[in-house]
């Protein structure tokens, strides 16, 4: 299941900061990122609901927010990338 996850985190003070990088963390660890706020996930649903309950464990919710948009199994018919940053294919080999 591919889904898009943006966020945005009140950063006026350290606590924010620090909510920022474990947010970015958490993501980073499970998501390919395509802006600096935006991740792509592609992953089965238990995996993603570990991650969506991780995120909402991390923000602050009177300051921070989390969106995110569940493209489903059909995804690549409803991203379209245009520009600079070149694109990745999600279920291709991953070298580590």
Known sequence: MMV???YDVSTTDKSG???LRKVSKE????AQRVQNSVFEAD???STFLKL???LIEIIDDENDSLRFYYLGNNWNKKVEH?????TYNPEGV???
């Open 94 to 96: 991953i070298i580590i």
């Open 82 to 86: 245009i520009g600079a940053k070149k």
């Open 52 to 54: 969506k309950d991780r």
């Open 17 to 19: 900061k620090t909510r």
């Open 43 to 45: 992953l089965d649903y």
């Open 27 to 30: 993501c980073q660890n499970h």
């Open 4 to 6: 898009i996850i943006s």
